[in-house]
C-alpha cells in the first residue's frame, strides 16, 4: 500500500494509485450520464498536474534515518543529526547541568584536601624591618650612672635600625576533631559522587523524554501534513469538476471548510515540532536549535520483536532495560531499585555523613596536644640600614614545647551542638525510611502504567491493520462505485487516526520505560560514561 501527499488517496490492491481523470470517467460513466466531447476536454484541461515526493520527515516516520553524507540523500552541512544513544551521550558530555554537578565534587575534593590539613604541620614565617625616626627614651636614675642622687638621665632604648624575623612550627599531636573531620570530608566526597551519579540519570531521562516527544510531534505533523495534501488536491479536483459542471459549489464549499479545519492544527503540529526540538537542543547544550534532527520511528516501531525493527528503532528500544518493564517480577523490580537508586544512596551516604558530624562535634570534649617550636632572628644598628645589620649587632633564639588544651567549661555550647547533630542525624534517618516506601509504590506504579502503555499498544496495533485492511476495502468499493466517497474519506481519516493513536501508546510506553529505569537506578549509559569521564579528570 503507498499513499501520495498531493493527490486523492484512493488504493487499488496492486497498489496503484489510478489518476483523477479516469476515475471521473468511470464514475460518469456508471452514473449514465453523458459528457460532451467539448466539455470532456474543458474538463481535463482544468484538471492541476499534482507531483509526488516523500520529504525527509515523511521519510523519517517510514523509518528511514537521515544520516548526513549518505548516498542519494542531501542533508543540510548545518544539521545535527543525532540517534539516541548519540544524544544521551552529547548530553553527559556538555550539558550545563552535569558541568554543574562536576563543579561540585570538585568543591567536594577541595574539602577533603581542607580537612587533611587540619593534621598536618602548620610553618609560619614573620618579619619585620622597622626606621626608628625618634627612638623612645626613657628617664633613669642619674645614680646609675655615677650621677647625684636625684637627677634623671634620658636613656635611648633602640637603635635607628631594628629587624626582626621568627619561624613557627606547630604540629598537632592528638586532635579528635581534626581526624575525625578527615572521614567525614570523605564522606561528602562519596555523597557529591553519588549526586553527580543521580544527576546524571535524571539527565538522560530527561533527553530520552524530549527525544520520544519530538518523535511524537513529528509523527502527528506528518498525518496531518498528509491529510491537508490530500484534502487539498480534493479540493482541485473538485473545483475542476465544478468548472466542468459535474460537481455542485457546494462540494467546493465542503471541501474548502475541511482545509480551512485542518490548516491550523498542521501550524500546531509544526509548533510543537519546533518546540519539541528546541527542549532537546537545550538538554544537550546545542546552539543550532532549529536544524537538529532525530531518527527513528514511533509509527514503524514494533514492541513484540527487536529483531523486527530497523537499525534506529532498535537502538531506541535496546537502550532501556525492557526486562524491567517486560519479563521481570515485581519483587525483582523492587530489589534493583532498592540497591541502584540513586536517591535512596544519597540519603544513606547522607546519614553516615551527619553520623561523622556527631562524632566530631562529640570529639570537642577531649584534650587537644601539638608540639610547637620557634626560631627568631633579630638585629639593631645605627646610621644607614644594613640587611639584619653585622655579625655583632644580630641574636637568634630557639626554643621547642608541647602545649595541651582541655576544654573545661563553654557555656554548653557544646551540648547544644552536639544536639543539633543527634537530631539532623535522626532526620536523615526519617528520610531514607520514607524515601524507601516511597521508592516501591513509585516503581509499581511506573511498572503498571508500562504495562498499560504496552497492551494499549498492541492493541492499536491491531487496529491499524484493521483500519488499513478497511481502507483497502472502501478504496476498491470506491472505484468500483459501490460506496461513496465519503466513506471511502471516513475510512482514510480512521487509518490515520489509527496510526496516531499507535504512535501516542509506544510514546506512552516508552515514557514510562525510561522512568522506570530512573525508579529502579538502571539508566543506561551513566555508569560507564560517568567513570570514563571521571577517570579522565
Given at each position: 500500500m503507498t499513499m501520495k501527499a498531493g493527490s486523492e488517496t484512493s488504493i487499488d490492491l496492486t497498489g496503484r494509485a489510478p489518476s483523477h481523470a479516469s476515475r471521473l470517467m468511470e464514475r460518469c460513466t456508471r452514473s449514465g450520464a453523458g459528457i460532451g466531447v467539448l466539455g470532456l476536454l474543458l474538463f481535463l484541461l482544468a484538471l492541476p498536474v499534482t507531483t509526488t515526493a516523500q520529504t525527509p520527515q515523511s521519510a523519517r516516520a517510514n523509518g528511514q534515518g537521515v544520516v548526513a553524507g549518505s548516498p542519494g540523500q542531501e542533508a543540510p552541512s548545518e544539521s545535527v543529526i543525532l540517534t539516541m544513544r548519540g544524544a544521551v551521550q552529547t548530553?553527559?558530555?556538555?550539558?550545563?547541568?552535569?558541568?554543574?554537578?562536576?563543579?561540585?565534587?570538585?568543591?567536594?575534593?577541595?574539602?577533603?584536601?581542607?580537612a587533611w590539613s587540619g593534621v598536618m604541620p602548620t610553618v609560619d614565617f614573620t618579619g619585620s624591618y622597622t626606621r626608628n625616626i625618634a627612638p623612645a627614651v626613657s628617664f633613669l636614675p642619674a645614680e646609675f650612672f655615677g650621677g647625684e642622687?636625684?637627677?634623671?638621665?634620658?636613656?635611648?632604648?633602640?637603635?635607628?635600625?631594628?629587624?626582626?624575623?621568627?619561624?613557627?612550627?606547630?604540629?598537632?599531636?592528638?586532635?579528635?576533631r581534626a581526624f575525625i573531620g578527615v572521614g567525614a570530608a570523605s564522606r561528602y566526597k562519596?555523597?557529591?559522587?553519588?549526586?553527580?551519579?543521580?544527576?546524571a540519570q535524571n539527565l538522560v531521562t530527561?533527553?530520552?523524554?524530549?527525544?520520544?516527544?519530538?518523535l511524537l510531534a513529528q509523527?502527528?505533523?506528518?498525518?496531518?501534513?498528509?491529510?491537508?495534501?490530500?484534502?487539498?488536491?480534493s479540493l482541485e479536483e473538485t473545483e475542476a469538476m465544478n468548472r466542468a459542471g459535474i460537481a455542485a459549489d457546494y462540494d467546493v464549499l465542503r471541501r474548502q471548510v475541511e482545509l480551512a479545519n485542518l490548516v491550523p492544527n498542521l501550524r500546531r503540529a509544526e509548533n510543537a515540532v519546533r518546540q519539541s526540538r528546541r527542549q532537546l537542543a537545550i538538554e544537550l547544550n546545542l546552539e543550532d536549535m532549529e536544524e537538529l534532527q532525530v531518527t527513528g520511528s514511533l509509527a514503524a516501531m514494533n514492541l513484540e520483536s527487536l529483531e523486527g525493527n530497523n537499525e534506529a528503532n532498535?537502538?531506541?528500544?535496546?537502550l532501556g532495560r525492557l526486562d524491567l518493564a517486560l519479563t521481570s517480577g515485581m519483587d525483582e523490580v523492587l530489589s534493583v531499585a532498592m540497591e541502584g537508586r540513586s536517591d535512596l544512596k544519597q540519603l544513606e551516604l547522607t546519614e553516615k555523613l551527619r553520623t561523622a558530624e556527631l562524632k566530631a562535634e562529640q570529639a570537642e570534649y577531649f584534650p587537644k596536644i601539638s608540639l610547637f617550636a620557634n626560631y627568631s632572628i633579630n638585629a639593631q644598628q645605627n646610621g644607614s640600614p644594613i640587611f639584619f645589620g653585622h655579625g655583632n649587632s644580630r641574636a637568634t633564639s630557639k626554643w621547642v614545647g608541647v602545649s595541651i588544651t582541655l576544654p573545661l567549661f563553654t557555656g554548653l555550647r557544646r551540648d547544644a551542638k552536639i544536639d543539633q547533630k543527634r537530631a539532623l542525624l535522626n532526620q536523615a534517618r526519617n528520610q531514607s525510611l520514607l524515601a524507601r516506601i516511597q521508592a516501591e509504590?513509585?516503581?509499581?506504579?511506573?511498572?503498571?502504567?508500562?504495562?498499560?502503555?504496552?497492551?494499549?499498544?498492541?492493541?492499536?496495533?491491531?487496529?491499524?491493520?484493521?483500519?488499513?485492511?478497511?481502507?483497502?476495502?472502501a478504496s476498491a468499493q470506491y472505484r468500483e462505485g459501490l460506496s461513496s466517497e465519503l466513506e471511502q474519506r471516513d475510512a482514510e481519516v480512521a487509518l490515520r487516526q489509527s496510526e496516531f493513536n499507535y504512535a501516542q501508546a509506544v510514546y506512552d510506553f516508552l515514557v514510562f520505560q525510561a522512568q522506570l529505569d530512573e525508579a529502579v537506578?538502571?539508566?543506561?549509559?551513566?555508569?560507564?560514561?560517568?567513570?570514563?569521564?571521571?577517570?579522565?579528570r
Open positions: 548530553a553527559l558530555r556538555q550539558s550545563l547541568d552535569i558541568q554543574d554537578a562536576y563543579l561540585a565534587l570538585e568543591e567536594a575534593n577541595e574539602r577533603v584536601a581542607e642622687e636625684g637627677e634623671y638621665r634620658k636613656v635611648q632604648f633602640g637603635l635607628d635600625n631594628a629587624w626582626a624575623s621568627s619561624f613557627v612550627l606547630d604540629q598537632p599531636l592528638f586532635e579528635a562519596g555523597l557529591q559522587e553519588e549526586m553527580l551519579r543521580g544527576r530527561r533527553v530520552r523524554l524530549a527525544y520520544y516527544a519530538l509523527e502527528e505533523s506528518r498525518l496531518i501534513t498528509e491529510s491537508v495534501d490530500r484534502v487539498r488536491g532498535r537502538e531506541i528500544l535496546s509504590g513509585q516503581v509499581k506504579s511506573t511498572r503498571e502504567q508500562a504495562e498499560e502503555a504496552l497492551d494499549r499498544a498492541r492493541g492499536q496495533q491491531l487496529a491499524v491493520t484493521q483500519a488499513r485492511r478497511g481502507f483497502e476495502i537506578g538502571a539508566v543506561p549509559m551513566v555508569d560507564d560514561l560517568l567513570n570514563g569521564q571521571l577517570a579522565g
